[in-house]
């Protein structure tokens, strides 16, 4: 059953555990993340039974992200009518490859996986991919939230990036609603180009 379109409407400030404020300490380097590694975050947002959470995925997630990946990037496929795209033929071993060299989020609403996002940094340069959400839950905010989520993660760096199809118009409003920038575009084919977003960042402490 989906939830009325509003149901994350909200704008309330999310509620964070104490545990993860006590946790906290000043980042030693621009890539260290805004909690001890091992820890997992929880923000939700709202109350009740429609409370939507996003909190750090686990290896043991990765299947039911796979899939959900599938599921909702078959819209760009359709967009650019090419079904070889890597977030479509993304093995389970690579993504699980990715748990070890960055951060992988993920919505819970209604007790279903509904989102998910992933990034990794080096050299003060956050780059975040993969943001999905899944198309019963899209329109909702979810997938702007997510991008707020990740981005908190990494708190010392000073640049975020990230990148989608030059025609995904949707994707591209939303990224630029979230502050980022077209930094270039770069043509893979005739038919397909890529516009690479970023986004400064003022580091905390
Ligand atoms: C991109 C994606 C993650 C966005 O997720 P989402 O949850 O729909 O994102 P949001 O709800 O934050 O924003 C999407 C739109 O919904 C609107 N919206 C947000 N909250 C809303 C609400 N409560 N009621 C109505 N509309 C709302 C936003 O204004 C935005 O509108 P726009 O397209 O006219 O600019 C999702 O579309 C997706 O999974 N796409 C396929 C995979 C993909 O392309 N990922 C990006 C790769 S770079």
Redesign the pocket.
Same mark, same amino acid.
């Given at each position: 059953m989906i939830g009325k379109?509003?149901m !994350?409407?909200s704008r309330r400030v999310p509620v964070i555990s104490h545990s993860w404020i006590c946790h906290r300490r000043k980042p030693r380097n621009p890539c260290q993340i805004s909690k001890p590694f091992f820890a997992s975050i929880q923000v939700n947002y709202g109350t009740g039974l429609n409370m939507l959470t996003i909190e750090r995925a686990l290896p043991q997630d990765a299947p039911a992200i796979l899939a959900l990946q599938r599921l909702? !990037?078959q819209?760009?496929a359709a967009l650019y009518n090419d079904w070889s795209i890597p977030p479509i033929t993304q093995t389970l071993e690579a993504l699980l490859e990715e748990f070890s060299a960055g951060i992988i989020l993920k919505a819970i609403a209604e007790g279903q996986l509904v989102?998910s996002v992933r990034a990794r940094c080096h050299d003060g340069l956050c780059e975040v991919g993969r +943001?999905?959400?899944h198309p019963a !839950?899209?329109?909702? #905010?979810? #997938?702007?939230r997510l991008l707020r989520a990740i981005e908190g993660q990494f708190p010392a760096v000073t640049r975020f990036e990230?990148?989608?199809g030059s025609k995904?118009e949707?994707?591209l409003? +939303?990224y630029q609603?979230a502050g980022y920038r077209i930094a270039q575009t770069k043509s893979l084919s005739p038919a397909v180009s890529i516009t690479y977003l970023e986004k400064r960042a003022n580091p905390a402490g």
């Amino acid at each position: 059953m989906i939830g009325k379109p509003s149901m !994350f409407a909200s704008r309330r400030v999310p509620v964070i555990s104490h545990s993860w404020i006590c946790h906290r300490r000043k980042p030693r380097n621009p890539c260290q993340i805004s909690k001890p590694f091992f820890a997992s975050i929880q923000v939700n947002y709202g109350t009740g039974l429609n409370m939507l959470t996003i909190e750090r995925a686990l290896p043991q997630d990765a299947p039911a992200i796979l899939a959900l990946q599938r599921l909702a !990037f078959q819209s760009e496929a359709a967009l650019y009518n090419d079904w070889s795209i890597p977030p479509i033929t993304q093995t389970l071993e690579a993504l699980l490859e990715e748990f070890s060299a960055g951060i992988i989020l993920k919505a819970i609403a209604e007790g279903q996986l509904v989102g998910s996002v992933r990034a990794r940094c080096h050299d003060g340069l956050c780059e975040v991919g993969r +943001l999905i959400v899944h198309p019963a !839950f899209q329109r909702r #905010g979810i #997938g702007s939230r997510l991008l707020r989520a990740i981005e908190g993660q990494f708190p010392a760096v000073t640049r975020f990036e990230l990148f989608t199809g030059s025609k995904s118009e949707s994707n591209l409003r +939303l990224y630029q609603r979230a502050g980022y920038r077209i930094a270039q575009t770069k043509s893979l084919s005739p038919a397909v180009s890529i516009t690479y977003l970023e986004k400064r960042a003022n580091p905390a402490g």
